[in-house]
């Protein structure tokens, strides 16, 4: 069973996660994820990535991960990892940031606060998410895949060299900064996930997922 479901919006595709309730990411979602996403460029001027009814998705799975000898390198691409949920409790509260994330949430939400959201752990609300920069609009779950599509569908009907362009521009410095530090980051991270004292942290956590 695909962990990932394709909808056909005219020139926009929805694709949506499809692995349980919290959309963990493990490393069959993102092999599938990556094979959509691998298949649909071709067929496709749009796509909206959705997640399901209650998350998008919660973060790694690590009842999954915990089980490897070494965490799937493709999953440290994925985003920053806060292990901790409310149910957690403030012992299981840390950050293992994923190499190159910072320089993507910088971009987005500036250097103070992401900063701040990668040492804090803390959830983002809705209105706070807007009021940094992390998201661009809220809508009522009823309107999202409707309002999400309407708006790629808008982007994709402008010239696709200039789109091409803008997004080079925007891309080309993160991609050669994450190519530099790529290789030491991703054996601090490793360094830091096998740690003994982070490895019981993280079982405990899965223990509760």
């Known amino acids: 069973m695909s962990m990932v479901n394709i909808e056909s919006h005219d020139d926009v595709a929805v694709l949506q996660l ?14 599938d994820l990556t094979d959509a996403i691998k298949r649909l460029k071709s067929e496709y001027k749009g796509l909206v990535l959705a997640g399901g009814e209650k998350f998008f998705c919660i973060g790694l799975d690590l009842p999954a991960l915990i089980q490897l000898d070494r965490p799937a390198h493709c999953l440290c691409h994925c ?29 987005v939400v500036g250097d103070r606060c992401a900063t701040e959201l990668m ?25 999202l895949k409707e309002k999400a599509v309407a708006k ?30 790529r290789p030491a980051d991703s054996d601090m991270f490793l360094n830091c996930w096998f740690n003994p004292a982070v490895q019981t942290l993280l079982k405990a956590a899965a223990n509760k997922f």
Do not use: W
């Not at 292990?83 to 910088?106: A, N, S």
């Not at 803390?122 to 309107?143: K, M, T, W, Y």
């Open 119 to 143: 040492f804090s752990g803390e959830f983002v609300e809705p209105d706070q998410a807007r009021r940094i920069g992390l998201v661009d609009e809220i809508f009522s779950a009823e309107d």
């Open 18 to 31: 499809n692995n349980g309730v919290t959309n963990a990411i493990s490393p069959e979602l993102v092999d």
């Open 79 to 107: 985003r920053s990892c806060h292990c901790r949920r409310r149910d957690y409790g403030p012992e299981l509260r840390f950050p293992v940031c994923m190499p190159g994330q910072d320089m993507i949430l910088r971009q």
């Open 152 to 181: 790629i569908a808008g982007l994709a009907a402008l010239p696709s060299y200039g789109l091409e362009v803008v997004k080079k521009n925007r891309v080309e410095a993160l991609r050669r900064g994450y190519e530099e530090v």
